[in-house]
């Protein structure tokens, strides 16, 4: 054979074997059985109108059972009427050819165990999917869950140490017959989206009852599942994530949506609406550590005792912030029930929320808690419609408080044997209650820069009913509240060692006490501004009904009673009551006096100016007074009227106690229509010595004047310049019936009547 027919044969030669290449490739391109996992070919036709998966019937991870006849779950479309109905004439041909991404898997209404899982058009029935992706060989799968509803008659369980994501593609509900939970999340890292969740049932989680750690339940709606601990979703692990879901109408008797149990879990940006808890935690019961509940809206959830939206109970360094937490109802804590430690509540709009008894919004019980920049508005309670705080070291601090009302005590806020509570830098305005806006029974509860604003007190403290130990109220500024019976702003009632100071005290007003009743001991109220409050009888500033009380360095100026003590009314039988170093002017009396003393008391150093009083007198000692001490002050530019023209009691200072000292004041540039500077009546002992009373004017009779009184000593006082009404008497007067009255030392040099000019 020549060189030309060797080469033509080797060119046939090699055609022949890439025809023949070719066609092989061909034939493995096209005899793909579509085999599913355990060996079945996926060619298998259902001509019957359903099928069922026995969840239950799956073995080891590597070993998936046959498909059974009796099927538990059974499936519907929202397409398609018919009950699991499945066609396969398209999954077992077309399909085959669809690209699949990664480890994802499908499951839909009309799937079948018979095909691969791989695409949306043959893809996996409900119970056997789920079942066969739980195992550890479909670690970090994702299934799609097709739009339809699945009626679900049991349980899956995840047990593996697999990562698997389910996610609803679409509308996807999965319908419960309250016999079952949906899953139980044992183990591995599950994470769930976009799924409805209707009508479950199980003992620990109506829905999803899960132990495993960082669990992601997120895009889902619950409703109307049931369980005895947490309606829809249970929680026991570490870590755990709920995002975005939507809970309405879930029931349990602790957690009507949720319960909490484990550390570091989340729930966020949730609608919580619409559940009930027979216990506890209508919305959420929490007893897990280092919680965050944040930006979620909790509203119409009640609990039958505790929590009506949110229940903690023995928790730790839990975070409630950025919710919206309305229209919930319990016992105690109509929004939140917190008892344990380290609690954040930052930051929340809690509005209309009730509570039967206490804690409207809020009741707190345990150590170091804190409420800051929260909204109270329109909350109820029997005590506490804001908050209810039974703890110690509470900071409740930068929140805004208005139309609150507690039908009994704390229309904000009530600290019931509280001890260490700090409430500082809070708005509260147009709260009401029968006893405070704030309403304080504890120790060391410390009040600072508040701004207490329109509150009423349909009894007594308008904005501050105070029955505590050592309670401070600092720097706050308190006006326009009001209360029926004591205390304007303040009632400190049956307390003790409490300090009142640097406040703005101003346009309060009560029956008794416009501005501060005080019964209370060892208290000190101090350098405060007391400004134009308003007593319908006593007290128009202060009303003092206790003993070894301070009032010292306040401002008290435009305040009015209209009856008596337009500053301050001290009633018998207080003690050792100390009036010094106050600034007393341009306040206004009626029908009485600027100060009344029916007992003990130290008037000292003093300025007490420009006070006006309608038929009465600036200091009043009436006869039970005892030892009281007069000293040192400045009585300038007061005006005191007789409209009755019976001039009876019009002076300055009027004594007709036992004991009283009246020594080294000063009286200048006063006008009085009726007898003088200092009247004493019915006296025993008293001593008036050491006076300056120069430049006044007087149309009655006596700059001093003794009314029959006993053992009266006028001593070394200086009367001077000092103009007398026409035909009366002239700078000193004692009367008959006076015994053992003495006079000396005295300065008496160029007073005048009226008529010498």
């Known amino acids: 054979m020549n060189n030309h027919s060797k080469r033509l044969l080797f060119i046939v030669s090699m055609v022949f074997i890439i025809i023949m290449g070719i066609s092989a490739i061909s034939a493995a391109n096209v005899t793909d059985s579509g085999s599913h996992d355990n060996g079945h070919v996926a060619t298998y036709t259902d001509s019957s109108a359903s099928y069922c998966v026995n969840d239950a019937a799956t073995g080891s991870d590597n070993n998936i059972a046959e498909p059974s006849n009796t099927d538990n779950i059974a499936v519907s479309s929202q397409n398609n009427n018919k009950l699991g109905t499945v066609n396969k004439s398209s999954s077992t041909t077309s399909n085959k050819n669809l690209k699949q991404y990664g480890n994802t898997y499908y499951i839909s209404t009309d799937g079948s165990s018979y095909n691969s899982g791989r695409s949306s058009y043959d893809a996996w029935s409900y119970g056997y999917g789920l079942n066969t992706l739980k195992n550890s060989r479909y670690n970090n799968s994702v299934v799609y869950i097709q739009s339809g509803t699945y009626y679900v008659n049991s349980t899956v369980t995840f047990n593996k140490k697999v990562t698997l994501t389910i996610r609803g593609d679409g509308y996807v509900t999965l319908y419960g017959n309250e016999g079952n939970s949906c899953f139980n999340i044992v183990n591995g890292n599950v994470s769930i989206y976009n799924i409805n969740f209707v009508n479950f049932y199980g003992t620990n989680g109506g829905a999803i009852h899960n132990t495993a750690n960082n669990t992601i339940i997120g895009y889902n709606t619950f ?46 940006y949730n609608n919580i609406s619409e559940n009930s808890a027979d216990y506890s935690g209508g919305a959420i019961n929490n007893l897990g550590s280092y919680t965050r509940i944040i930006s979620n809206e909790l509203y119409n959830n009640n609990a039958g005792t505790l929590g009506g939206a949110v229940s903690n109970w023995n928790t730790n360094g839990v975070s409630i912030k950025y919710n919206t937490i309305s229209y919930n109802q319990a016992n105690y804590g109509g929004a939140v029930y917190y008892r344990g430690k380290y609690v954040n509540i930052y930051d929340n709009d809690f509005s209309s929320n009730e509570a039967q008894h206490s ?11 804190q409420l800051k920049e929260n909204q109270f508005s329109n909350n109820n309670a029997n005590n506490g419609a804001g908050i209810n705080n039974l703890g110690t070291n509470t900071v409740i601090s930068g929140n805004k408080f208005t139309y609150n009302t507690a039908s009994s005590v704390g229309g904000a806020i009530s600290n019931w044997n509280a001890v260490d509570a700090t409430i500082t830098s809070n708005t509260i305005t147009n709260n009401s209650a029968s006893y405070g806006a704030v309403y304080v029974k504890g120790k060391n509860i410390k009040l600072t820069q508040n701004n207490i604003d329109g509150n009423t007190a349909t009894s007594s403290g308008g904005a501050i009913f105070n029955i505590g130990t050592k309670t401070q109220i600092i720097n706050n500024t308190i006006s326009y509240n009001t209360a029926s019976s004591y205390g304007g702003a303040i009632n400190n009632w049956n307390a003790a060692y409490v300090l009142v100071k640097d406040n703005i005290i101003m346009y309060n007003n009560a029956t008794t006490g416009g501005a501060i009743y005080l019964k209370s001991s060892n208290s000190n109220i101090t350098h405060n501004t007391i400004f134009d409050n308003y007593a319908e009888n006593s007290g128009g500033a202060v009303y003092n009904i206790g003993n070894n009380n301070i009032i010292n360095l306040n401002n008290l100026q435009y305040n009015e009673a209209y009856n008596s003590g337009s500053v301050l009314y001290n009633e018998w039988p207080s003690k050792n009551l100390l009036i010094k170093n106050n600034t007393i002017n341009n306040n206004i009396a009626d029908e009485g006096t600027i100060i009344v003393n029916e007992y003990q008391a130290k008037i000292i150093g003093n300025n007490i100016n420009y006070n006006e009083v309608n038929n009465g007198i600036i200091i009043a000692n009436y006869a039970a007074s005892t030892k009281t001490v007069i000293s040192q002050n400045n009585f300038k530019g007061n005006y005191l009227y007789d409209n009755t ?32 500077m200092i009247t004493v009546r019915y006296t025993t002992n008293a001593r008036i010595s050491y006076n300056t009373i120069k430049n006044n004017e007087m149309e009655g009779n006596g700059l001093i004047y003794n009314y029959r009184s006993y053992k009266t000593r006028i001593t070394n006082n200086k009367i001077t310049d000092n103009g007398i009404g026409s035909g009366n008497s002239g700078a000193i007067v004692i009367e008959s019936g006076s015994t053992r009255t003495t006079t000396s030392g005295n300065t008496i040099k160029n007073n005048y009547y009226y008529s010498d000019y």
């Open 645 to 676: 023209g019976e001039g009876d009691f019009n002076c300055i200072v009027f004594c007709s106690g036992e004991n009283t000292n009246i020594t080294s004041n000063t009286f200048t540039d006063n006008y009085i229509a009726n007898y003088g």
């Open 223 to 268: 409703s109307n599942n049931n369980a005895y601990i947490g309606g829809a979703v249970y929680i026991n692990g570490n870590n755990n994530e709920l995002i975005e879901n939507t809970f309405n109408y879930n029931s349990a008797s602790y957690g009507g949506a949720v319960y909490v149990k484990g550390q570091s879990n989340r729930v966020l």
């Open 359 to 369: 804690g409207g919004s809020v009741f707190v019980i345990g150590q170091n808690n």
